[in-house]
C-alpha cells in the first residue's frame, strides 16, 4: 500500500514539474518573440505606408544601443528613404558612435537625407560640437559641408561654438553671409561678441554683426546698433536700422489669434505629407482669399507654413475684428473639410509693410549666397515652392519680424501692384 502512495505522489510531482517545463519553455520562447527583430525594423524604413516606417523608427529606438551599429551601416544604403529614416532614428537614439557617420551625411546628394542628419546632430547636441567645430576650422575643408556645419551648430547653440564662428566670419568671405544669418540664431550667449564686431575694420563683419544682433533681439545691442547708424558704410547703417527696428519688432505682441489645432509629427515623411495637404488648402482657397488681400482687405501675405500651419499676416494698423478673422478661418476650415483635414492649425499675427527699397539688391545677394533662406516663418501668397521644396526649419520668431525676407519682398511687390 505504502508503495503504491509512493507511486502516486511521484507521478503527481512528475506532472508538475512537467508542466513547469511546459509553460516555462513557452514564457522563454515567447519573450523571444518579443524582441525586436532589428533588420526587419531596418527594412521598413523605406516601406510604403508611412505609418509603418514611423513604427518603425519608434521600435529601434526603444530598441536602443543594440540597433546603432545596424543603423550606421545602411547610412550607406542605396536607398535615400533608409539613408533619412535611419539617420532620423540615431538622432533619436543620441548616441556619440553615430556622430561622425552622420557628418558625413551633410553632404548627402539628396537633401532629405542632408536635412535628416542636420536634424540627427541638433538632437545628439553637446557631444557633437567639438567634432563639428574642428571641420568649421578647416580652412581647407570642404565649403558646403562648412556651410552644413554652421546650420547644424546653430541648431545646438552651444557657446563653445560662438568664438570660432566668428574667427571665421572674419576670415573667410565666402561664409560671412551664412555666419551672419546663423550667428543671429545662437542666442544670448552671442550678444556681447557681436557687438564688438561692430567695430571690426571690415565693413561686412559689420554688416553681419548688425544682422545677427538684429535677429538675436537682445536691448543690449540697441546702443551699439545706433551708433552704427553713422558708420561710414552705407551697408552697415541700412542693416543697423534694421537691426534695431527688428529689436524693437520683438517687443511687440504680433499674434491675434490661433485656430485649429497644430500637428506634430514623428518623422520627416508625416511632415511632408502634412506639407502636401497644406499646400493644397493653401492653393483651393486662392480665389476666396482675394476679397481679403491689401489693398482690398488687411491680409498682405498667407501661405502654409514651416511650423506646420497656414499663417496669415494682416498689415499692422489695420482694423480688423474677429467676424473678419473668423470668415477668413472658415476658408481654410472648409477647404481642409473638404480634402479631408479637420481643425486645420492656423494663426493670425500683424506684420508691418516691407523693408526700405535700398536694402533689397543686399538681400537679393545674400539669397545667392546662402542655399537655404534667409528666414522663413511662412511661405507667401505669392511663393509658389511645392511642399518638397522645403527644407528643415530652424525655429525664428513669429511673423511680426521684419527679416522675413519672402514674406518682405513678396509683400512689396504686392503692394506695387
Sequence with gaps: MEIEKLKIHLIFFSLIILQLSIFSGFNVASAASDEPDIKTLIEDLNAQDVNVKAAS??????????????????????????????????????????????????TDEEWEVES????????????????????????????????????????????????????????????????????????????????????????????????????????RAIGALTDALNDKDETVRVFAKMGLESIEAQKKNTLIATYGKEREFYIEDQRREWYNQLNTIYTLARDSMEAYMYPQGPVISYGWSIENRIGVGILEGSEVNNSTISDIYNIFDQTGKGIGVDDVPVIFSYIEFPVDEEILPKLAEDIEKTEEPVEAEETNKTDERSAEDVREPVRIPGLGIRVVLGVLISALIINRY
Design 57 to 106: 523608427v519608434k521600435a529601434l529606438v526603444e530598441a536602443g544601443e543594440p540597433a546603432v551599429e545596424p543603423l550606421i551601416k545602411v547610412l550607406n544604403s542605396k536607398d535615400p528613404e533608409i539613408r533619412e529614416n535611419a539617420a532620423i532614428t540615431l538622432g533619436k537614439i543620441k548616441d556619440e558612435r553615430a556622430i561622425d557617420p552622420l557628418i558625413k551625411l551633410l
Design 116 to 219: 535628416a542628419a542636420t536634424s540627427a546632430l541638433v538632437e545628439i547636441g553637446e557631444p557633437a560640437v567639438e567634432p563639428l567645430v574642428f571641420i568649421l576650422q578647416d580652412k581647407n575643408g570642404d565649403v558646403f559641408l562648412r556651410m552644413k556645419v554652421i546650420a547644424v551648430l546653430a541648431g545646438i547653440k552651444d557657446e563653445r561654438a560662438i568664438q570660432p564662428m566668428i574667427r571665421v566670419l572674419k576670415e573667410e568671405p565666402e561664409l560671412q553671409a551664412d555666419l551672419g544669418y546663423r550667428l543671429g540664431l545662437m542666442g544670448e550667449p552671442a550678444v556681447e561678441p557681436l557687438i564688438q564686431l561692430l567695430d571690426d575694420d571690415d565693413p561686412e563683419v559689420r554688416v553681419r554683426a548688425a544682422e545677427a544682433l538684429g535677429r538675436i533681439g537682445d536691448g
